[in-house]
């Protein structure tokens, strides 16, 4: 877990705004939603037998002898927060939301056991034209940031009849290669063995290579759904390859999934997922519901935007206000809020720790400001500001207090 220092805060803002932008130009509501959530909710959600769940999240019991976890991903509480409130009574939603999750996994370039997410979620919605909306939606990120390299995959996992009979052919072939899999695999073999396909084992690949192909398992409900997707990408012009082995980590996957993925973050090279999944709400208690979605990772995104890239620097003030003597500092403060008052979006910074004008000129110089106002007990008395233009030619002036909010508004804003 790490801090995010003032340096690296503005990319952090810039980035966050430029989702906000976008998650409202497609019609996506923002909702809020808690770190910690009844343990239960993902295990119900996620899978009891995924790597989340069994070794990644943070559990505890409360003093009330209830199991609580940190979050370890958004959709499961999206869903919760949206039955609890009546969201999904008979309309349709399009929810957005940002904030940390927490994963206690192997730390790697830009991964973090907190680490932050947005996600994009969509609810009532049955046919593929609200897969294509999110894909696209991502993929319009990547050109509003700048970020190249990154390239989608998609696939069908089909509905749970179809998955059932496949997973039936799955266990089939894996059980007759008992011997060569691992020990993960192996548990995992007669509870949850889709997961085995998404294995890092380098040494099961051949193995995996010939396994039943989930694609000749498809039931003709989901063939239609991914070739009306495949039509509406390919319509749209947005450039994708199927990836038969693609299973995604969390159990309440059906029909599409998707990812974006890279090859300059190493050896996680996921950069956004998703896809849909229409079981989960009714799963949880609700009316059945079709919905899908995509979270992608805050930091790995910054860290695909820092590759080569200036930093995003912190704003400076467009003012500096010098205050030099007892005076004048029982002043400064008056004068600060009257002109925030007159000039809505001013950003200006006042000299406190005292120190003598030479000292003050110095922190304004540095600070960044265009403009320092300069006030002393003479000032002070007489009504009237000293101007001084930091980084423009013009001679310092001496402006009545009247007229200082009009000047400044034509120099800074």
Same mark, same amino acid.
């Given at each position: 877990?790490?801090?995010?220092?003032?340096?690296?805060a503005?990319a952090?803002?810039?980035? &966050?705004?430029?989702?906000?932008?976008?998650a409202?130009?497609y019609?996506?509501? =923002?909702?809020?939603?808690?770190?910690?959530e009844?343990?239960?909710l993902f295990?119900?959600?996620?899978? &009891?037998?995924?790597?989340?769940?069994?070794?990644?999240?943070?559990?505890?019991?409360?003093?009330?002898?209830?199991?609580?976890s940190?979050?370890?991903e958004g959709?499961?509480?999206?869903?919760?927060a949206?039955?609890?409130?009546?969201l999904?009574?008979?309309?349709? #939603?399009r929810?957005?939301?940002?904030?940390?999750?927490?994963?206690?996994?192997?730390?790697?370039?830009?991964?973090?056991?907190?680490?932050?997410?947005?996600?994009?979620?969509?609810?009532g919605?049955?046919?593929p034209?609200?897969d294509?909306e999110?894909?696209?939606?991502?993929?319009?990120?990547?050109?509003?940031?700048?970020?190249g390299?990154?390239?989608?995959?998609?696939?069908?996992?089909?509905?749970a009849?179809?998955r059932?009979?496949?997973?039936?052919a799955?266990?089939?072939?894996?059980?007759?290669h008992?011997?060569?899999?691992d020990?993960?695999? #192996?548990?995992?073999l007669?509870?949850?063995?889709? #997961?085995?396909?998404d294995?890092?084992?380098?040494?099961?690949r051949?193995?995996?290579?010939?396994?039943?192909?989930?694609?000749?398992?498809?039931?003709?409900e989901s063939?239609?759904?991914?070739?009306?997707?495949?039509?509406?990408l390919?319509?749209?012009?947005?450039?994708?390859?199927?990836?038969?082995?693609?299973?995604?980590?969390?159990?309440?996957? =059906?029909?599409?999934?998707? &990812?974006?993925v890279?090859?300059?973050?190493?050896?996680?090279?996921?950069?956004?997922?998703?896809?849909?999944?229409? #079981?989960?709400?009714?799963?949880?208690?609700?009316?059945?519901?079709?919905a899908?979605?995509?979270?992608?990772?805050?930091?790995?995104?910054?860290?695909?935007?820092?590759?080569g890239?200036a930093?995003?620097?912190?704003?400076?003030?467009?003012?500096?206000?010098?205050a030099v003597?007892?005076?004048?500092?029982r002043?400064?403060?008056?004068?600060?809020?009257?002109?925030?008052?007159?000039?809505?979006?001013?950003?200006l910074?006042?000299n406190?720790?005292?120190?003598?004008?030479?000292?003050?000129f110095?922190?304004?110089d540095?600070?960044g400001?265009?403009?320092?106002?300069i006030?002393?007990?003479?000032?002070?008395?007489?009504?009237?500001?000293?101007?001084?233009?930091?980084?423009?030619?013009?001679?310092q002036?001496?402006?009545?207090?009247? =007229?200082?909010?009009?000047r400044?508004?034509?120099?800074?804003?």
């Open positions: 877990m790490h801090d995010v220092l003032p340096e690296t503005p952090w803002h810039a980035l &966050e705004q430029a989702l906000r932008a976008l409202e130009g019609g996506y509501e =923002e909702i809020r939603l808690p770190s910690l009844r343990t239960e295990v119900r959600a996620v899978g &009891e037998v995924t790597d989340i769940v069994e070794k990644e999240m943070y559990t505890f019991t409360d003093l009330s002898g209830e199991s609580l940190l979050r370890p959709t499961a509480g999206c869903v919760r949206c039955l609890e409130n009546g999904l009574h008979n309309q349709t #939603r929810l957005w939301y940002l904030g940390p999750m927490f994963r206690h996994e192997r730390p790697q370039k830009g991964r973090y056991r907190q680490f932050h997410q947005w996600g994009a979620e969509a609810y919605f049955t046919g034209d609200i294509a999110l894909i696209l939606l991502s993929a319009r990120l990547w050109r509003v940031l700048g970020i390299g990154v390239r989608l995959q998609i696939n069908s996992l089909g509905t009849g179809a059932a009979r496949y997973r039936a799955l266990v089939e072939y894996l059980s007759a008992h011997e060569r899999l020990e993960d695999s #192996r548990r995992r007669h509870v949850n063995p889709l #997961r085995i396909l294995s890092k084992n380098p040494e099961l051949a193995l995996l290579d010939g396994a039943p192909a989930l694609a000749d398992h498809l039931d003709p063939q239609e759904h991914f070739a009306g997707l495949r039509d509406l390919d319509t749209a012009g947005l450039a994708y390859e199927v990836n038969p082995r693609l299973v995604r980590g969390l159990d309440y996957y =059906e029909k599409t999934v998707f &990812e974006w890279t090859d300059r973050l190493g050896a996680q090279g996921t950069v956004c997922a998703g896809g849909r999944y229409d #079981r989960l709400i009714e799963q949880l208690g609700g009316r059945p519901t079709p899908a979605g995509f979270a992608l990772g805050i930091e790995r995104l910054l860290a695909l935007l820092e590759e890239a930093p995003v620097a912190a704003p400076a003030p467009h003012v500096y206000l010098i003597g007892e005076t004048a500092g002043a400064a403060p008056g004068l600060a809020e009257g002109l925030r008052d007159e000039l809505p979006g001013l950003r910074c006042v406190c720790g005292g120190g003598n004008f030479k000292g003050q110095r922190r304004a540095k600070s400001a265009r403009v320092a106002l006030l002393g007990e003479d000032e002070v008395n007489s009504g009237v500001v000293g101007v001084k233009y930091l980084r423009d030619e013009r001679p002036e001496i402006v009545p207090r009247g =007229e200082l909010a009009p400044l508004r034509a120099v800074v804003l």
